[in-house]
């Protein structure tokens, strides 16, 4: 089994900032990519950033402004979320791709989710 545990969500005023964690625990002999997403109400759920090997990607209305990275060592990500604005306001989820073997496959985990509200 594995558990993703997020943190870092709040509340924060336009143009402030947060950072997300997520860490895996559990069943974790290898990752093969880890991810950030969002979902506002009534919205459908978008991909934020995403890393995985040396290869990283954001959605262009967080480009210039969100960061994502991760610890290897204690398998979390991050998303450093600066210059914040009310159009981000939705819940953050990780997700992460394990790799597991006999049989080799890949298995997606989601996270619980953490609420993101960016307001004056």
């Known amino acids: 089994q594995v558990q993703l545990v997020e943190s870092g969500g709040g509340l924060v005023q336009p143009g402030g900032s947060l950072r997300l964690s997520c860490a895996a625990s559990?069943?974790?002999?290898?990752?093969?990519?880890m991810g950030w997403y969002r979902q506002a109400p009534g919205k459908q759920r978008e991909m934020v950033a995403t890393i995985s090997g040396g290869s990283i990607n954001y959605a262009d209305s967080v480009k210039g402004r969100f960061t994502i990275s991760r610890d290897n060592a204690k398998n979390t990500v991050y998303l450093q979320m600066n210059s914040l604005k009310s159009e981000d306001t939705a819940v953050y989820y990780c997700?992460?791709?394990?790799?597991?073997?006999?049989?080799?496959?890949?298995?997606?985990?989601w996270g619980q989710g953490t609420q993101v509200t960016v307001s004056s």
């Open positions: 559990g069943s974790i002999f290898s990752i093969d990519g």
């Open positions: 997700n992460v791709n394990v790799a597991k073997t006999w049989p080799a496959r890949v298995v997606n985990y």
